[in-house]
């Protein structure tokens, strides 16, 4: 039974996180630790936000977000990611599942911004006369129609993960229960979390900033355990 | 009060981001406030300013305050403008470069670090909402300081920029992201798995990092992601058989 309340509210929470990746305010809302915590508060699933958000995030620690580079919208694709692990029963299969087909979504994200930026472009071709007489109202018009844009093309990837995740067919029960998919996604992202940090670590002495933190962190969890 | 009018502007800079201006035409739109005193003296000059001010432009936008403000500042003043131009061009590399080291390098995976690790020791959503306030507290900071330093310095931001020590706050704070990443990773993994899964928490970033060291060359250039992806789709449907 879906939520239509809930449901719309995510859809608009998706539009935000989506915004918030490059055009504003960047204020971490695009991050998918911070993305799905969000969504699991709107569906009343906080835990099951939080780990597709942790799960994400690991992914999106690989990620460098710089100039004109290409890169995952993966905030968007955690909103989608929770909806579809809380219709699927929230086992740990289905968090599999449900982070897997975010890493997927994502990709279509980046290219739906790489095909955002082209159509700026356009608009900017458009209006080079004006831009190039000083004109200060042509200013306000690109930014506002480049903020429009990408709100729409937000509100139609999460409305397209949605669509999907409302009309498949549920995942058969013995894979939603499936704890080894999990697993693997969380092996994943602990490996591209590793390089992400690893490389932006760069060499020697930083390189063992990250080494001391990672031992630190093992000798935590082995103490809690 | 005019540098709190550009503030709002500047968290909306890159929305018309594009590879032909990139930035530009949201650091001209953001310069609008400080640009408007030259249309009540020279007309001409102020729409020659706002041509300049929407040309190409690419920075970290949370340091393009700093060329916003002190490019307006050498309009308003008066300054050659071929200097005007040459600063421009000459701020772009130095505000891209720091600015990317301290905030996507450094602050941000900083920020997501304690937030992962605030949820593997069991502090959820607090944690996280903890690490978003504060990231968001010190960037505003920076960008309100950049204002300031750029409209007050002007033509001589240079200066300004080196004696700020913004280099080495990248560098710590990159030192810092690294250590509180590395932390995070036996956490995150808790974190998904929760606290009853014992040592396999560790024993899983043991073994990923391990692995990682292992085939460092080939894994380097292979995406996670994509390996994931095809991990899960192979397990899916040789389970899927057995279902």
Redesign the interface.
């Known amino acids: 039974m879906i939520d239509y309340g809930a449901w719309a509210g995510v859809l608009l929470w998706g539009g935000v996180v989506g915004v918030d990746l490059?055009?504003?305010?960047?204020?971490?809302?695009s991050?998918p630790?911070?993305a799905g915590?969000v969504t699991g508060?709107l569906l009343g699933e906080?835990g099951l936000g939080?780990?597709l958000?942790?799960?994400l995030?690991?992914?999106?620690?690989?990620t460098?977000?710089?100039?004109?580079a290409w890169y995952?919208d993966l905030g968007t694709a955690t909103v989608v990611a929770v909806t579809a692990a809380g219709r699927w029963g929230g086992d740990a299969g289905a968090?599999?599942?449900a982070a897997?087909g975010a890493?997927?979504l994502?990709?279509v994200g980046g290219w739906s911004m790489q095909r955002l930026?082209?159509a700026?472009?356009r608009?900017?071709?458009c209006h080079q006369g004006r831009?190039?007489?000083?004109?200060?109202a042509v200013?306000?018009r690109?930014?506002?129609?480049?903020?429009a844009r990408?709100l729409i093309r937000s509100l139609l990837l999460v409305a397209g993960g949605l669509v999907v995740v409302a009309t498949a067919p549920t995942p058969?029960a013995?894979?939603l229960d499936?704890g080894?998919?999990?697993?693997?996604?969380?092996?994943?992202?602990?490996?591209?979390?590793?390089?992400?940090?690893?490389r932006?670590?760069?060499r020697a002495?930083?390189?063992w900033?990250?080494?001391?933190?990672?031992?630190?962190?093992?000798a935590?969890?082995?103490i809690?355990? | 009060m005019k540098l709190l009018a550009v503030l709002p502007r500047l968290?909306?800079?890159?929305?018309?981001?594009?590879?032909?201006?990139?930035q530009g035409?949201?650091v001209?739109?953001a310069s609008?406030p400080l640009?408007r005193p030259l249309a009540g003296t020279d007309r001409e000059r102020?729409?020659?300013?706002?041509?300049?001010a929407?040309g190409f432009f690419?920075a970290n936008?949370?340091l393009a305050g700093v060329a916003v403000a002190a490019l307006a500042r050498a309009e308003c003043a008066d300054a050659p403008e071929s200097q005007i131009q040459r600063l421009r061009v000459a701020l772009a590399g130095p505000l891209?470069a720091i600015g990317?080291q301290l905030f996507?390098?450094g602050l941000?995976?900083a920020?997501?670090a304690v937030?992962?690790l605030g949820?593997?020791l069991g502090w959820?959503?607090p944690a996280?909402l903890g690490?978003?306030l504060v990231?968001?507290a010190i960037?505003v900071a920076c960008v309100v300081w950049g204002l300031r330093v750029g409209w007050r310095h002007g033509l001589g931001i240079g200066t300004a920029l080196a004696a700020s020590g913004l280099g080495r706050w990248s560098?710590r704070v990159?030192?810092?992201?690294?250590?509180?990443?590395?932390?995070?990773?036996?956490?995150?993994?808790?974190?998904?798995?929760g606290?009853g899964a014992?040592?396999w928490?560790?024993a899983?970033?043991?073994?990923?990092?391990g692995?990682?060291l292992v085939v460092r060359g080939a894994?380097?250039r292979l995406s996670?992601?994509v390996?994931?992806?095809m991990?899960?789709?192979a397990?899916?449907l040789w389970?899927?058989e057995t279902?």
């Open positions: 490059v055009t504003g305010p960047q204020a971490l809302l991050r630790l911070v915590t508060l906080p939080l780990q958000g942790v799960l995030e690991l992914f999106a620690l690989d460098l977000a710089v100039g004109a995952p968090v599999g599942l897997t890493l997927v994502g990709q930026r082209q700026n472009a608009s900017i071709r831009l190039l007489r000083g004109d200060p200013l306000g690109l930014q506002g129609l480049g903020l990408d058969p013995p894979l499936d080894v998919l999990r697993v693997v996604v969380l092996g994943g992202g602990v490996l591209a979390a590793a390089r992400g940090l690893w932006t670590a760069g002495p930083r390189w900033w990250f080494a001391t933190g990672l031992a630190a962190g093992l935590g969890l082995g809690l355990s | 968290l909306v800079l890159q929305a018309s981001w594009n590879h032909d201006l990139m035409v949201g001209g739109f609008l640009l102020y729409h020659r300013a706002v041509a300049r929407g690419n936008p949370n891209g990317d996507w390098a941000v995976p920020a997501m937030g992962l949820v593997g959820g959503g996280v690490a978003v990231y968001n960037r560098a990159g030192a810092g992201a690294a250590l509180l990443g590395g932390a995070a990773l036996p956490f995150s993994a808790r974190g998904v798995l606290p014992g040592l928490p560790l899983l970033v043991v073994g990923m990092v692995l990682a894994w380097w996670p992601a390996l994931t992806v991990v899960v789709l397990v899916t389970r899927w279902v």
